[in-house]
């Protein structure tokens, strides 16, 4: 069975940092698409940066560049979403997704993942 558990959400200013991860169990991220999205209230879910099935490159959305950093650590089956210069239009629930066979066209639609943990509550706000 996979789990994905996220963590190191919270309330914070403008401008600080926070660092969410995600931790798996059932499925390894050698061989596994694995992403952050998020979802604000009223809207969407939107793609925020994740890795490749192979892992060997990176993705980011427009508005996460230069401000976010995900990594991984394969044997601990581990996501990280490094977040810096955090802004209140970052505020929303963080969510960790997996997939085994998603092609790198479709990795920033949500309904491509098979896997979800049950996200992270982010609040930027002064």
């Known amino acids: 069975q996979v789990q994905l558990v996220e963590s190191g959400g919270g309330l914070v200013q403008p401008g600080d940092s926070l660092r969410l991860s995600c931790v798996a169990t059932?499925?390894?991220?050698?061989?596994?698409?694995v992403a952050w999205f998020r979802q604000a209230p009223g809207k969407e879910r939107e793609y925020v940066a994740g890795?490749?099935?192979?892992?060997?490159?990176?993705r980011y959305a427009d508005s996460a560049k230069g401000r976010f950093t995900v990594s991984k650590d394969n044997a601990k089956r581990a996501v990280y979403l490094q977040m810096n210069d955090l802004k209140p239009e970052d505020t929303a629930v963080y969510y960790c997704?997996?997939?085994?066979?998603?092609?790198?066209?479709?990795?920033?639609?949500?309904?491509?993942?098979?896997?979800w943990g049950q996200g992270t509550q982010v609040t930027v706000s002064s």
């Open positions: 997704a997996a997939d085994r066979s998603i092609i790198t066209s479709s990795l920033y639609y949500a309904d491509q993942y098979d896997f």
């Open positions: 059932g499925i390894t991220f050698t061989t596994t698409a």
């Open positions: 890795f490749t099935r192979t892992g060997s490159y990176s």
